[in-house]
């Protein structure tokens, strides 16, 4: 049990008035951007990476840990309220969840996701507790060609796995890879993609980049549509649950959490699938048990897939901290801030960093209690928030995002290149390409090339030393499954998200009059 | 000679108070009633923005007051342009909006829907305040 009592030294180092200040400072922060559309904790990690340059790690990752757990209780929030699922992973929350507040049981529906999410979270995060160091210590000892499979596994699988297009993913990793190789080689010393530019030449500032994409992007994409028909929230009191609620609810939460883990946990993350699993169970449970309120707003269809959920974020954090491999975008960037703080992600960042990781871990079961304590009776409070016209908001999100991004080096070239990259990131939303393998890619190229000039250096230059390792060969194996399997599934039986889709139209005859988007 | 009232709608108290004084208008003159229910549309939630089962109920309460109600929804940058644009395409006689009370500090501060009516309504235009 040397975990645990490593956990516990992290709780003390968390138990401050400071921290537990930023702890609360993340989880309000985190529920605010995850309640309102379009702005996840993805980009509110991106505008406070550059917080870090004046706080120490312990705090930074504390509140970061705050907000990414805050985020996905707010996303539920304003999946149940509106039935507008700020991201994929709360379609399914949405499905049953609106239902549920239609019928006047919004309270339910936000109690049970709140409740759901909180014990997900804890499970989760206890079994990162354990898995982690384990892994970490077996992953000390793989070699370079494996950990360069191992990152080619991760950037397959978030780019095929989650995506709804191959074509669309691969061009968002690739334009990542390239923003990622800007600068000078490392190695050589040589100019790549400079074009003679001494400020290009220092490479581009990863907090320019996931700002310019998340938030100038996002800002963007919102003006250029910035009017639309107001929707209708439901009226919602102070979330409660009757023991009745409880009972049914147990089970979706431990199954939905028993799912959500590992998908998360897999460097193929991304809570789309376990969510999917975990509705499709708890559809099909009650359908035995002979007390199906599926489609007229079942609370199992809330609690399952919230746990699912958070269980999936609480899992990604084994790849991250285990092997270094970031597999949400939130994680991806939180991977920035480390290395922001010059500490090297990666298997030894265990036993390197021993006092950022526990407290890192404390500070999330803290974060996920305060959640839980801070949110059942804000609940309507959040709601309120939806209220704030957009030019307001975005132009206090622009204003972050310029400070942030020259705050990054005092270069009023960053604000240009922000500019740009805030464009692309348009360019991106207009034609559906998915952000998180650009995040990605730019993150994790430099350190998948510093791998393959490890793995190519050891074997003397010659190509086959990339396989000289069994675990190579095993992740190569797995990576070609990836790719051929969700193929060969496909065609046997529809994707998450088409049946997500007509889901969402075998209801749509239930509510259609005021699903009417009118656009203009 | 009929009679066209416009009337700038939210389902709220000031939204009642116009419709109401407008209704009656509208038997007194013999006239018809639209109702402008507008928004900027730029929040995700707006609650002065009817939902349909407002709107029905509205026009079936009209209706039993024996006045012919026609309901216009729009968005735009200006509701007060929105309103005047109605009033102008229907030929308006009369312009019914619910008014706030609001001090002249207040008003500096927060522009209104109502200053921008009066100032640009080609018609008369009625300002009623809901019974405090």
Same mark, same amino acid.
């Given at each position: 049990?040397?975990s645990l009592s490593l956990l516990l030294d992290g709780f003390a180092s968390v138990l401050t008035p400071m921290n537990l200040l930023y702890a609360a400072i993340g989880v309000l922060l985190g529920t605010?951007?995850?309640?309102?559309?379009?702005?996840?904790?993805?980009?509110?990690?991106?505008?406070?990476?550059?917080?870090?340059?004046?706080?120490?790690?312990?705090?930074?990752?504390?509140?970061?840990?705050?907000?990414?757990?805050?985020?996905?209780?707010?996303?539920?929030?304003?999946?149940?309220?509106?039935?507008?699922?700020?991201?994929?992973?709360?379609?399914?929350?949405?499905?049953?969840?609106?239902?549920?507040?239609?019928?006047?049981?919004?309270?339910?529906?936000?109690?049970?996701?709140?409740?759901?999410?909180?014990?997900?979270?804890?499970?989760?995060?206890?079994?990162?507790?354990?898995?982690?160091?384990?892994?970490?210590?077996?992953?000390?000892?793989?070699?370079?060609?494996?950990?360069?499979?191992?990152?080619?596994?991760?950037?397959?699988?978030?780019?095929s796995v989650l995506g709804h297009s191959w074509l669309r993913g691969f061009i968002a990793l690739f334009l990542g890879l390239t923003i990622g190789l800007v600068g000078l080689d490392l190695n050589t010393?040589?100019?790549?993609?400079?074009?003679?530019?001494?400020?290009?030449?220092?490479?581009?500032?990863?907090?320019?980049?996931?700002?310019?994409?998340?938030?100038?992007?996002?800002?963007?994409?919102?003006?250029?549509?910035?009017?639309?028909?107001?929707?209708?929230?439901?009226?919602?009191?102070?979330?409660?649950?009757?023991?009745?609620?409880?009972?049914?609810?147990?089970?979706?939460?431990?199954?939905?959490?028993?799912?959500?883990?590992?998908?998360?946990?897999?460097?193929?993350?991304?809570?789309?699938?376990?969510?999917?699993?975990?509705?499709?169970?708890?559809?099909?449970?009650?359908?035995?048990?002979?007390?199906?309120?599926?489609?007229?707003?079942?609370?199992?269809?809330?609690?399952?897939?919230?746990?699912?959920?958070?269980?999936?974020?609480?899992?990604?954090?084994?790849?991250?901290?285990?092997?270094?491999?970031?597999?949400?975008?939130?994680?991806?960037?939180?991977?920035?801030?480390?290395?922001?703080?010059?500490?090297?992600?990666?298997?030894?960042?265990?036993?390197?960093?021993?006092? @950022?990781?526990?407290?890192? &871990?404390?500070? %999330? #079961?803290?974060?996920?209690?305060? +959640?839980? /304590? !801070?949110? $059942?009776? =804000?609940?309507?409070?959040?709601?309120?928030?939806?209220?704030?016209?957009?030019?307001?908001?975005?132009?206090?999100?622009?204003?972050?995002?310029?400070?942030?991004?020259?705050?990054?080096?005092?270069?009023?070239?960053?604000?240009?290149? @922000?500019?740009?990259?805030? &464009?692309?990131? %348009? #360019?991106?939303?207009?034609?559906? +390409?998915? /952000? !998180?393998? $650009?995040? =990605?890619?730019?993150?994790?190229g430099p350190l998948m090339e510093f791998r393959l000039r490890e793995a190519m250096a050891i074997s003397g230059g010659e190509v086959s030393g990339l396989w000289s390792e069994p675990l190579a060969i095993?992740?190569?194996?797995?990576?070609?499954?990836?790719?051929?399997?969700?193929?060969? #599934?496909?065609?046997?039986?529809?994707?998450?998200?088409?049946?997500?889709?007509?889901?969402?139209?075998?209801?749509?005859?239930?509510?259609?009059?005021?699903?009417?988007?009118?656009?203009? | 000679?009929?009679?066209?009232?416009?009337?700038?709608?939210?389902?709220?108290?000031?939204?009642?108070?116009?419709?109401?004084?407008?209704?009656?208008?509208?038997?007194?003159?013999?006239?018809?009633?639209?109702?402008?229910?507008?928004?900027?549309?730029?929040?995700?939630?707006?609650?002065?923005?009817?939902?349909?089962?407002?709107?029905?109920?509205?026009?079936?309460?009209?209706?039993?007051?024996?006045?012919?109600?026609?309901?216009?929804?729009?968005?735009?940058?200006?509701?007060?342009?929105?309103?005047?644009?109605?009033?102008?395409?229907?030929?308006?006689?009369?312009?019914?909006?619910?008014?706030?009370?609001?001090?002249?500090?207040?008003?500096?501060?927060?522009?209104?829907?109502?200053?921008?009516?009066?100032?640009?309504?080609?018609?008369?235009?009625?300002?009623?305040?809901?019974?405090?």
């Amino acid at each position: 049990m040397e975990s645990l009592s490593l956990l516990l030294d992290g709780f003390a180092s968390v138990l401050t008035p400071m921290n537990l200040l930023y702890a609360a400072i993340g989880v309000l922060l985190g529920t605010f951007v995850g309640v309102l559309p379009g702005i996840g904790p993805a980009m509110a990690v991106a505008l406070l990476l550059p917080v870090t340059y004046g706080l120490d790690p312990v705090a930074a990752f504390i509140m970061f840990a705050g907000i990414y757990y805050g985020g996905m209780y707010g996303g539920s929030t304003t999946a149940i309220l509106l039935n507008t699922p700020g991201e994929s992973a709360s379609v399914m929350t949405a499905l049953e969840g609106n239902l549920m507040a239609r019928r006047g049981r919004a309270a339910q529906a936000l109690a049970t996701a709140a409740v759901g999410s909180f014990i997900a979270g804890t499970i989760g995060t206890m079994l990162v507790v354990f898995f982690a160091p384990a892994l970490a210590s077996v992953a000390v000892e793989i070699g370079a060609p494996s950990y360069f499979a191992l990152m080619v596994l991760a950037m397959v699988m978030v780019t095929s796995v989650l995506g709804h297009s191959w074509l669309r993913g691969f061009i968002a990793l690739f334009l990542g890879l390239t923003i990622g190789l800007v600068g000078l080689d490392l190695n050589t010393g040589q100019q790549r993609l400079s074009f003679d530019q001494p400020l290009l030449a220092d490479r581009i500032d990863i907090v320019v980049v996931a700002v310019g994409i998340f938030a100038l992007g996002e800002a963007l994409w919102v003006a250029a549509h910035l009017r639309r028909a107001p929707l209708h929230v439901v009226p919602v009191g102070r979330p409660w649950m009757s023991g009745g609620d409880v009972r049914r609810s147990w089970g979706p939460w431990l199954r939905g959490t028993a799912y959500g883990f590992p998908f998360g946990a897999i460097p193929a993350g991304g809570a789309e699938i376990p969510t999917f699993l975990s509705y499709l169970t708890e559809k099909k449970l009650a359908a035995r048990k002979g007390q199906d309120e599926f489609g007229k707003g079942a609370i199992e269809g809330v609690a399952g897939p919230e746990a699912a959920n958070n269980a999936s974020a609480a899992g990604t954090f084994v790849p991250l901290l285990a092997l270094g491999l970031p597999v949400t975008a939130t994680s991806a960037v939180m991977l920035a801030a480390l290395q922001g703080y010059g500490i090297e992600p990666g298997p030894s960042l265990m036993t390197d960093q021993p006092e @950022l990781v526990w407290a890192l &871990l404390a500070s %999330l #079961l803290i974060g996920n209690a305060l +959640l839980l /304590v !801070l949110n $059942l009776p =804000l609940a309507p409070l959040w709601a309120k928030l939806l209220r704030i016209p957009r030019p307001q908001l975005y132009a206090g999100i622009l204003f972050f995002a310029a400070l942030g991004a020259y705050a990054a080096n005092m270069q009023a070239f960053d604000l240009f290149l @922000l500019l740009l990259l805030g &464009l692309l990131g %348009l #360019l991106m939303r207009r034609f559906g +390409l998915p /952000v !998180l393998p $650009l995040i =990605l890619g730019v993150i994790l190229g430099p350190l998948m090339e510093f791998r393959l000039r490890e793995a190519m250096a050891i074997s003397g230059g010659e190509v086959s030393g990339l396989w000289s390792e069994p675990l190579a060969i095993v992740v190569y194996v797995i990576v070609a499954l990836a790719v051929v399997a969700p193929l060969v #599934l496909r065609a046997v039986r529809p994707a998450p998200a088409a049946v997500a889709a007509e889901l969402e139209h075998e209801h749509e005859h239930e509510h259609s009059a005021d699903k009417e988007e009118v656009e203009r | 000679m009929s009679k066209t009232i416009v009337v700038g709608w939210s389902p709220d108290a000031y939204g009642e108070a116009a419709l109401a004084r407008a209704v009656e208008e509208a038997r007194h003159r013999d006239g018809r009633v639209v109702v402008v229910n507008a928004t900027r549309g730029d929040a995700l939630v707006d609650d002065r923005y009817a939902t349909d089962e407002q709107l029905t109920a509205l026009t079936s309460r009209a209706k039993e007051d024996g006045v012919d109600v026609d309901v216009r929804r729009s968005l735009g940058a200006d509701v007060g342009d929105q309103v005047l644009a109605v009033a102008n395409e229907v030929d308006a006689d009369l312009i019914v909006i619910g008014l706030r009370r609001r001090s002249p500090v207040g008003k500096l501060i927060m522009g209104s829907v109502a200053q921008r009516i009066l100032l640009g309504a080609e018609c008369a235009v009625l300002a009623v305040k809901p019974a405090a």
